[in-house]
């Protein structure tokens, strides 16, 4: 097929106006999933304690950036109808709603399914009520030497005003009388985040760290009766606002910014459901949140510290542990062989990210034929081998290129300290575009092989070069020595460095420029080879699908009878199964062990399937704002393989949720006597894997 990714088809063909989904809320649908997993009694109880906390610090970040970000945009008159059709307080309302619903259920789930059940697995969480007086004894020496000296009392009267309650913070609000005078006044006691969320106070018997600050306040107060004392908390607006001045220094500019950061408006209030209604009225007053934003739930708050009890050393309690794969690539010869051989695509977690894609970066930065490195970093960890294998590989001599995206969402001041030892080894350190992030994921290494000829390998994946997630987020990686994507990703890295203004690629298509329109393009095409009787489908498997031209273009694809299959994550604003718009589409979503989050996106191409892989989703923020890149895979039995997983995921026998018209997800049930198939256990079974013991 010959495409002209720049050219976008006319749109005239009418589409109803009520085809999007609400974004928002789709997403919050995406948590109310990950609920689900931690509702399900099938599953090791120390994975559902997981995924309680996962949900919890899911709904913080969409507290931080997506309601905050709309509760901006409407303070300062930006807010615009969305694409669903609801106007901005309509959508802060609907998602007050749901946020609420799901809030109250996941405290729920906490207090009568999970607890319980650690409860007679010998793990108990206690409120300081229920512990012994042994136990309470030793918190009190605790509460002596480690607490007491990191607490910090403020009073609120004539002379000190109201706090400033910095965001996520866990606080006590304590109501004192003075009992010479009968005066009463309020005090803020901040509960201290480095120490352990849940103390321990025995052998796996856990208290919430407010329970023992709360049973010790006499201390704060000498002289003083304590008369009450709630939990609250408090998220803030915490996405970054930069101005990408050309004129000023991104990377000051960024550092400034994360100061101002923890200063934003607070956009939700949560408080404990016993808290009375003259301190909730202060605490709203001098916070100045409104009634929508106040989260009544029964405590404790702030379950995402439940993360340190799902890390308990009870291996029968979660999932069997598992190394992987190492036959990705052969262990006794050269990587560079191997991969001038054949391509070689990666599936992590399944195969080893430390035996391929850190190797190909190690091995490089050691071989003497190699030249040269260029890479992109948007995330990695904080002992990353492969930011220590660039650094040796410049101090070594050799021309040592990385894009450091500093933007990268909460990891901006890891990526600044990176960034700042990469230029100190001789690394050749660039911050991507002013008003764009760089998100692709690609590697590019130039040696010069035995046979004298000068040959580019490249690795272009779907996840981030990050060791420790790779180990638990579903990722892809094509390994090859095919010239035309190392010309191909060599342009590209000089679009990245220079000034280049390449927009067309033979194997790639990058966005902002050719994406979104080259996918558009193939789904026409597939729209034209129905019509002439050719065989015709589409797949797509991706975290969001928000687009509404990519969505648009998948609603003219089903009218014109086109099969479509969608395997999300997260959000998705298409509606499928509606008559006479979305009749042929599938929408499946697959959550569990592993995070999913791969990039696939395949055309049946009148039975030669063109199959990509890359960094994109189909949302605006990746295909306008955003360097991402795809590759097609072309590599007959690596496309095979990637296909079939497509078509497994899609299966009416697999374990996953299905998206309805109207918005709502509903799990696959197994008919009587039989199972559905969990699609993670099944790969880690059949593919390049070994289970092992404990």
């Not at 004192?176 to 969320?197: G, I, N």
Request: net charge negative; aromatic share 6%.
């Amino acid at each position: 097929m010959t495409v002209n990714p720049g050219h976008l088809p006319q749109q005239n063909e009418a589409l109803p106006d009520d085809r999007f989904l609400d974004r928002e809320e789709s997403w919050l649908r995406f948590n109310q999933r990950v609920l689900e997993l931690a509702e399900d009694p099938n599953l090791p109880l120390l994975e559902r304690v997981r995924f309680l906390s996962i949900f919890s610090s899911n709904l913080d970040e969409f507290f931080m950036v997506r309601v905050a970000g709309l509760a901006r945009r409407m303070a300062t008159g930006l807010a615009v109808q969305s694409a669903s059709g609801r106007q901005p307080r309509e959508v802060l309302e609907r998602t007050a709603e749901v946020a609420h619903q799901l809030m109250l259920r996941h405290a729920d789930a906490f207090r009568k399914e999970i607890r319980p059940a650690l409860g007679k697995e010998g793990i108990e969480i206690l409120r300081w009520d229920e512990l012994a007086e042994t136990e309470q004894e030793r918190l009190r020496r605790l509460f002596r030497d480690r607490i007491y000296p990191v607490l910090t009392p403020l009073v609120v009267d004539s002379a000190h005003p109201f706090p400033y309650i910095s965001g996520l913070s866990l606080n006590l609000a304590v109501i004192v009388r003075d009992p010479e005078t009968e005066a009463t006044m309020f005090a803020r006691v901040k509960v201290p985040p480095l120490l352990p969320r849940f103390i321990e106070a025995s052998a796996d018997r856990f208290t919430p760290l407010e329970d023992v600050i709360a049973a010790h306040l006499g201390q704060l107060f000498v002289g003083m009766e304590v008369v009450e004392h709630h939990a609250f908390r408090v998220t803030r607006n915490q996405d970054l606002e930069i101005d990408d001045d050309i004129s000023e220094g991104l990377l000051q500019a960024l550092e400034r910014e994360l100061l101002r950061r923890r200063f934003g408006p607070v956009v939700r209030l949560e408080v404990e459901e016993s808290i009375s209604e003259s301190v909730l009225e202060l605490l709203t007053s001098e916070l100045g949140v409104d009634e929508s934003q106040i989260y009544r739930v029964v405590g404790p708050l702030d379950l995402g510290g439940l993360s340190a009890i799902a890390d308990l050393d009870r291996p029968e309690l979660k999932y069997p542990p598992f190394v992987p794969s190492k036959e990705a690539l052969p262990a006794d010869a050269s990587i560079f062989g191997a991969i001038r051989e054949r391509d070689v695509l990666v599936h992590h977690p399944y195969d080893s990210f430390t035996t391929t894609v850190q190797r190909l970066i190690e091995d490089a930065a050691a071989d003497k034929r190699v030249l040269a490195i260029k890479q992109t970093l948007y995330r990695t960890s904080g002992d990353s081998p492969i930011v220590d294998a660039l650094m040796n590989a410049a101090e070594a001599g050799k021309q040592v290129v990385v894009v450091v995206e500093l933007k990268a969402r909460f990891d901006e001041r890891a990526n600044i300290a990176w960034a700042r030892k990469l230029e100190t080894a001789g690394c050749h350190v660039v911050y991507g575009f002013v008003g764009l992030k760089t998100h692709c994921k690609l590697a590019l290494i130039v040696r010069q092989d035995a046979d004298g000829i000068l040959r580019r390998y490249c690795h272009i994946g779907t996840g981030n070069y990050h060791p420790k997630t790779a180990r638990l987020y579903e990722d892809f990686g094509l390994l090859t020595a095919d010239p035309e994507v190392g010309e191909d990703v060599s342009a590209l890295f000089n679009h990245l460095t220079g000034y280049s203004r390449q927009s067309t690629y033979n194997r790639l298509l990058v966005a902002p420029h050719s994406l979104r329109p080259g996918l558009v393009k193939r789904i026409e095409h597939e729209i034209e080879n129905h019509r002439a009787g050719h065989p015709a489908c589409i797949r797509i498997k991706c975290n969001s699908l928000v687009d509404e031209v990519v969505i648009d273009a998948l609603y003219r694809a089903s009218r014109a009878g086109v099969p479509v299959d969608v395997w999300v994550r997260g959000i998705c604003a298409l509606r499928p199964g509606v008559p006479g718009l979305s009749e042929t589409i599938r929408v499946r979503s697959v959550l569990g062990r592993f995070l999913e989050h791969s990039r696939v996106y395949a055309f049946e191409n009148g039975g030669e399937p063109e199959v990509w892989i890359g960094s994109a989703d189909m949302m605006h923020r990746n295909l306008d704002r955003r360097v991402e890149a795809l590759v097609t895979v072309t590599d007959r039995a690596r496309r095979d393989e990637l296909l079939t997983l497509l078509d497994l995921a899609m299966d009416d026998g697999t374990d996953a949720w299905h998206l309805a018209g109207d918005g709502t997800w509903t799990r696959a049930e197994a008919p009587p006597g039989s199972t559905l198939l969990d699609i993670q256990s099944h790969l880690v079974r059949s593919r390049r894997w070994r289970t092992v013991d404990a």
